[in-house]
């Protein structure tokens, strides 16, 4: 994303790296108020821990890569050598078989003019190989699973809960799911997209394929498209604060919980296509706050 004379904007790249050892999150960003300067930020998340690292500023390639004096990120994997005052990280991850969605997860949305966040899956699992050393623990990564997702606009949704785990023996599942409450031609519209990947194939919910939020409270969401269903429930979990975007500053602070408990269960066509219990579920829920 490329910044409009002064306005307000932020872009972001979250990468997940979870084996079942270990889990990791880094989430690469730019971002600039309006009239200020562009800041970037490298934020880390652990188990028990979460991080904010300044960023030389960043440069956005070609085919979603991000450079920067400290790291590239890009589909491939990162390499990163961060020290500052607040904390280091170090070393190279590399990315194979990637799972692209089968197209834009905002579907039409993609298209209109002005969103105030728009979201991407880059990866819905792939393979990960290596080790970051994060504040002198390492992070050791061989044959684990990844995901990686971006977002770019203005603002996060003031109100959402997002949740997205890799599931399975072997990690091979794939879950992500958003319900948030966004402007839509001058008013609010309740809004969802998902996107389940399992046996080798994506099945998709989307306000825009006719799903709709059956129920949605703080820890709990299930969707309904035709005879489809997804639906998600926080068991148990520890939130740590993260930086998120009010026009483009990051001045909002939001809470995920990196390794939460979750249940889900993906029904499609009147079948249990997906069903189980995640010990290392991400969730943001931020459904509470209006």
């Given amino acids: 994303m490329k910044r409009i004379g002064d306005a307000p904007f932020f872009e972001g790249f979250y990468f997940k790296q979870q084996s079942n050892e270990q889990t990791l999150a880094l989430i690469v960003a730019h971002h600039a108020a309006k009239g200020k300067p562009e800041e970037a930020t490298l934020q880390v998340l652990t188990e028990t821990n979460s991080l904010v690292l300044p960023l030389p500023p960043l440069r956005v390639g070609a085919a979603g890569c991000v450079f920067c004096e400290a790291g590239v990120f890009g589909p491939a994997g990162l390499r990163l050598a961060v020290d500052c005052p607040q904390g280091s990280i170090a070393g190279t991850l590399l990315f194979s078989d990637l799972t692209p969605p089968y197209y834009d997860i905002m579907g039409p949305f993609a298209l209109v003019p002005g969103m105030e966040c728009r979201h991407s899956l880059r990866s819905l699992r792939h393979r990960v190989d290596g080790e970051l050393i994060f504040n002198?623990?390492?992070?050791?990564?061989?044959?684990?699973?990844?995901?990686?997702?971006?977002?770019?606009?203005?603002?996060?949704?003031?109100?959402?809960?997002?949740?997205?785990?890799?599931?399975?023996?072997?990690?091979?599942?794939?879950?992500?799911?958003?319900?948030?409450?966004?402007?839509?031609?001058?008013?609010?519209?309740?809004?969802?997209?998902?996107?389940?990947?399992?046996?080798?194939?994506?099945?998709?919910?989307?306000t825009y394929l006719g799903a709709r939020v059956e129920q949605i409270e703080s820890g709990y969401a299930k969707i309904v498209q035709g005879s489809d269903s997804l639906e998600v429930r926080l068991l148990e979990g520890e939130h740590r604060s993260l930086q998120a975007p009010v026009c483009g500053g990051m001045h909002r602070t939001v809470r995920e919980g990196l390794c939460c408990t979750v249940l889900y269960r993906f029904i499609h066509h009147g079948h249990i296509l997906l069903q189980g219990i995640s010990k290392n579920a991400s969730f943001e829920d931020e459904w509470g706050v209006g």
């Fill in 136 to 206: 002198g623990k390492p992070y050791c990564f061989a044959n684990a699973a990844g995901y990686t997702e971006g977002d770019r606009g203005r603002s996060f949704p003031s109100r959402y809960l997002w949740t997205q785990s890799l599931l399975g023996p072997e990690l091979q599942d794939s879950v992500m799911l958003s319900v948030a409450m966004v402007p839509f031609l001058r008013a609010q519209m309740l809004g969802t997209i998902a996107s389940v990947w399992t046996g080798g194939r994506e099945y998709r919910l989307a």
